[in-house]
Structure formats: structure tokens, C-alpha cells
């Protein structure tokens, strides 16, 4: 009890004081991750939507296969991405490996099929009258997707959200890619683990902590886009 007490009082010293260690770590796991989320928004929403409004032969292929992709695991994700970008890799030439653009290419991959599965949950939530509505008014096939877009966003918004918490947290893409380099790739997650291998707990109880404090926020504004939504399905 006295080490786990003195740990917890060693680390919250740390935050208090805003270590440069801790800020720096902390910098780069959300900048890391807000773009990844960023650019997996941009990909996913728009493919679900693609999805949704369209015929096409092997439609229902591609929903079980966005589906199956919500379950791979990161390190398969890592080993994918390696093969590309390693030095012998397609795309060696670019050295991206172990870098923060690495990552992020990994963690796009990794969200991409959750907001664009969650996307398409919140189309097919919402009543088929609107989209009915808006085509009988002489909407044309864009015109329907602004409306349906306008509806769902809140559930758009909560997918976005559920993302971000995701690759924040995640560990096998950021270390198998970024290489947990100090000050350039070690993000919340790596750092902890490594120094978990270490024996030194301060800084990693104290990354624990702002990690929690950062998935409490998430959660909190999931629940908030949550209650949203549920007000816009009482809508007459």
C-alpha cells in the first residue's frame, strides 16, 4: 500500500507540474490521433453514405466485410502497414517508417470500417420518410444526402468520437510502427508499457491517469451526442 500510495502521489505531482517528459508525450498521442481520426472521418463517413444510397451487385459482400475489419487486431494492422513501408517495402522509398506518419496511416486503417460501420447504423436509424419526403419535393440524389446528413449528425458526431477514443488508447500500431522513439513516436500507451519493462511507475501511473481523465472526456461527449440523438428521433 505505501508504493501504490506513493506512486499515485509521485504521479500526480507530475501532472500538477506538467512534466516536459509527460507534456510531450501527451502532445503527441491527441495530435497523433486527431489527425488519424480526422482523416478516417473524411474516408468513412462519406463511404458509408456511398453504401447507404447506392444498388450495387455484392453490396451485402461489402457490409460483412466492413464488419469483419471492426475485429482485426492492431498488430495485424501493424504488420500490414510494416510490409509497405518497410525500407524493402512498395513504399520504402518514402521513409515512413517509425515515424508519426506511420501511425497515423496505421490508425486511419484501423477506424476507417468502425466510423463508416457506426455511420451507416445512424442512416439506417432514421426514418425512411425523410429521405421519401425529400424526394417527392424534388430533391435530387445529393440534395437527399445533405438531409439524411443533417439528421444523422449526431450519430456521425458519436462515431467520430468513438474513433478517437479508440486509437488513443491503442498500443500494437504505435509500437510495431512507430518504434516508441523518445520525444518523436512514444506515444501514452507505449510510454507506458515501456516504462512498466522499466520498473519506473511515476510517469507511467501519471500517463495512466491522463489517459482515464482523456477517455472520462470522450465518454462524456459521447453520452451528451448520445442524448442528442435520442432527442432528434422524437422529432414529429
Do not use: C
Not at 464488419?67 to 513501408?85: Q, R
Not at 515512413?96 to 470500417?113: C, D
Amino acid at each position: 500500500m505505501p508504493f501504490l500510495a506513493d506512486s499515485f502521489a509521485s504521479a500526480l505531482g507530475l501532472i500538477f507540474a506538467w512534466d516536459p517528459q509527460l507534456a510531450v508525450i501527451v502532445k503527441l498521442s491527441v495530435t497523433v490521433s486527431s489527425i488519424s481520426t480526422l482523416l478516417a472521418g473524411v474516408i468513412g463517413v462519406p463511404l458509408a453514405f456511398a453504401v447507404a444510397f447506392n444498388r450495387f451487385y455484392g453490396k451485402r459482400l461489402v457490409l460483412t466485410v466492413i464488419n469483419t475489419l471492426l475485429s482485426v487486431p492492431t498488430v495485424v494492422i501493424g504488420l500490414f502497414v510494416y510490409a509497405f513501408i518497410a525500407r524493402r517495402g512498395p513504399l520504402g522509398a518514402f521513409g515512413l517508417l517509425y515515424t508519426p506518419g506511420a501511425i497515423i496511416i496505421g490508425q486511419v486503417l484501423l477506424i476507417v470500417p468502425l466510423i463508416t460501420a457506426l455511420t451507416l447504423a445512424a442512416i439506417n436509424r432514421m426514418d425512411a420518410r425523410y429521405r421519401r419526403t425529400a424526394k417527392t419535393l424534388g430533391a435530387s440524389g445529393r440534395q437527399v444526402m445533405g438531409v439524411v446528413f443533417k439528421e444523422a449528425r449526431f450519430g456521425i458526431a458519436a462515431a467520430v468520437i468513438t474513433a478517437f477514443g479508440r486509437v488513443i488508447s491503442e498500443i500494437g500500431i504505435s509500437m510495431m510502427l512507430g518504434g516508441n522513439i523518445k520525444g518523436f513516436t512514444r506515444t501514452i500507451t507505449t510510454a507506458m508499457a515501456l516504462e512498466y519493462d522499466k520498473g519506473a511507475f511515476t510517469l507511467a501511473v501519471a500517463l495512466g491517469m491522463v489517459l482515464l481523465v482523456v477517455s472520462f472526456g470522450i465518454n462524456l461527449l459521447f453520452h451528451f451526442i448520445q442524448g442528442k440523438t435520442g432527442e432528434e428521433s422524437l422529432w414529429p
